[in-house]
């Protein structure tokens, strides 16, 4: 079973080659950071623009790169949501139109569950059950994954996910989109200590999270002081520890209520050098294994698009209808067509 897996549900576009039993053959990206980093952030309209220039190519090349050609493809995935919708449709009809000339079926992948199994593209890859902290730009959940599609949220974000409070805060900080990088970056040379931001959340019971008033915590600490470089770093070093430590704690909870022995660390915030490490002492402490994937694959990337497709194929489970797109669709929620 061999899949081809494409992602176009914000300002990536992907395209990767999964193969059942080989694993990964082929991925490729190309990202359109310098096309907004003008404005600011994403501008939907361009992305989708983008995203019609880049698909064609980037198919071309990932099957190259596979040392393959689309007769041994078995079945195209794409993301069919949550994300900006534009920019959904553009990867949905281009795959529908793949499949369509390549006589395959095509199949619809939920951009979260993407996330959530992309560790499994990795050589310790664990099995199921496994507890997964979810962190992206747009999503923050600790969720208990029992199966391929059998998903239990046990928290999440009420307001802010956390990768938008790293981009919040690093434009606040001066930094250029997309910052939550670049924020991290900069907390490597801040003192820990001289602003202590508070641990939203963690004096309640319950797996719940809050991030958006450390934005505010971060803003009150900058103002009426001299912006230098000390004072950025240690403001950014602030709220990375207080982002970090929340995580952890609730992961740490989390573990102890669901008894699971692998906690996985996914999206794009577990590229993040300090949560990757303090996950690691956190699960080793509660007697689990951390399974985090390689950053590329925590952001958004085509391998986990293809991956989670081929999974979805093997259980006979695809759709050959309608071209499907959701901007927004909860984990394990139905999809219907446009
Ligand atoms: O999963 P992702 O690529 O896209 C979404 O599905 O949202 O996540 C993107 C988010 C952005 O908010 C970005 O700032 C954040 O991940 N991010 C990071 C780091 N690298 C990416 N946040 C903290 N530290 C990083 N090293
Ligand atoms: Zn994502």
């Known amino acids: 079973m061999r899949v081809i897996g494409i992602e176009t549900s914000c300002d990536e576009t992907a395209v990767a080659v999964y193969d059942a039993a080989r694993g990964l053959l082929a991925h490729r990206l190309y990202s359109q950071i310098p096309l907004h980093r003008a404005y600011g952030g994403v501008v939907p309209e361009l992305a989708s623009r983008d995203h019609v220039r880049r698909l064609l190519p980037l198919v071309r090349e990932a099957l190259a790169d596979a040392g393959t ?51 499994l593209l990795e050589a310790d890859a664990p099995g199921f059950p496994f507890l997964a902290l979810l962190v992206s730009g747009g999503h923050t959940q600790l969720v208990d994954v029992r199966g391929l ?34 924020l991290a970056r900069l907390a490597e040379t801040g003192r820990p200590g001289r602003f202590v931001f508070p641990r939203p959340m963690l004096d309640r019971g319950g797996l719940d999270f809050s991030f958006s008033g450390l934005k505010t915590a971060a803003l009150v600490a900058l103002r009426g002081r001299l912006l230098d470089d000390e004072t950025r770093a240690d403001v950014a070093r602030a709220f990375e520890d207080a982002v970090v430590d929340t995580l952890a704690e609730k992961s740490r909870r989390a573990l102890e ?74 984990l394990g929620g139905q999809l219907t067509g446009v």
Not at 97 to 115: C, D, K, M, Q, T
Not at 155 to 182: I, N, Q, R, V, W
Request: net charge positive; aromatic share 6%; charged share 20%.
């Open 257 to 330: 209520a669901t008894g699971r022995r692998s906690l996985v660390l996914a999206g794009g915030v577990g590229a993040n050098r300090r949560l990757r490490e303090r996950l690691r002492e956190v699960a080793r402490a509660s007697g689990a294994a951390l399974h985090v994937p390689r950053p590329e694959f925590c952001t958004d990337n085509g391998a986990m698009i293809a991956l989670a497709g081929c999974m979805r194929l093997q259980t006979g489970a695809h759709r050959d209808v309608s071209i499907t797109a959701r901007a927004a669709w909860e």
């Open 69 to 119: 050609d689309r007769r041994t493809i078995d079945g195209v995935a794409y993301t069919a949501g949550p994300g900006l919708i534009g920019a959904l449709l553009v990867g949905a009809g281009f795959a529908r139109s793949l499949a369509y000339a390549w006589e395959r079926p095509v199949v619809p992948v939920h951009h979260l569950e993407g996330h959530l199994l992309a560790p």
């Open 149 to 182: 599609g059998d998903y239990r949220i046990l928290g999440e974000s009420l307001d802010d996910a956390a990768g938008e409070a790293f981009d919040k805060t690093a434009k606040l900080l001066g930094l250029p989109y997309p910052g939550g990088a670049a």
